[in-house]
């Protein structure tokens, strides 16, 4: 395989800081009627979950240096999301940085996942579940993940679960931050050209673990930022910005 000539637009970011159009509560409008995901676009990216389903959709919010709010809904393992097509791989694409800003308005009832993961549908679910002290891999993730039904459901967690792994146990991934309703914590998850990657939130780095994560050229992944219910109660997250940086595949 050869690399061709770099060109005008070697490099690729993604970013929103949420200060623009929006896209309102699903069942509000047409569009949200029907089943599945719709593929309406908020800046770079799509908007995607149960949108046929009540309360599920992102708006803006009047809050400081502009908002979104991300809702999901009252039913478990349905909800919302922000994301990509499944289209980057450090392997090709170099070192990948995503970093997102965002907080909840409470810490319960609710599985947040903020990362990347390898399937991302339409309807999309949550990438992992989580259960007393074990995180169960719905699709191969990368990321963060924040799950009231775990143990200790109020930390952030870390997990990797890739392609040949089934379970993670919480504790191994567990941050040292624990998350406050209505203050906003910076994730960042850099994923290095090796499959290496390393876990910041708030500017500390909690967690690197070493090659092999996706550094093959056939390992896609996209990105997420998401949040679904787990009982009956409403979920959400609210978001100040999301920023994706990799290189661009000059690979022939």
Known sequence: MSITGQGERGSIELFNDFLGA???????????????????????FKVLGDLAETDCGVVSLDKASGYARITGTNEDGYGCA?????????????DMILEVRCEMQALTARNVFVGFAGTIA???AE????????ITKVVPCVGFLFDSQLTYGTYWHMPYILASDTTQTSTDVQSSQVAVAGESDILKIILHRDGSADWYINDVL???VGAGLAATTTTLLGVLVGTWGTTTTVSDLDVDYILFKANRDWTR
């Open 122 to 124: 339409d309807q999309v």
């Open 22 to 44: 929006e896209i309102p509560v699903a069942n509000a409008v047409a569009y949200g009627t029907s089943a599945g995901g719709c593929n309406y676009y908020l800046g770079d």
């Open 82 to 94: 922000l994301g990509t097509g499944v289209s980057f791989s450090p392997a090709l694409n170099g």
């Open 127 to 134: 990438p992992a579940t989580a259960a007393t002290t074990t």
């Open 206 to 208: 909690e967690q690197s």
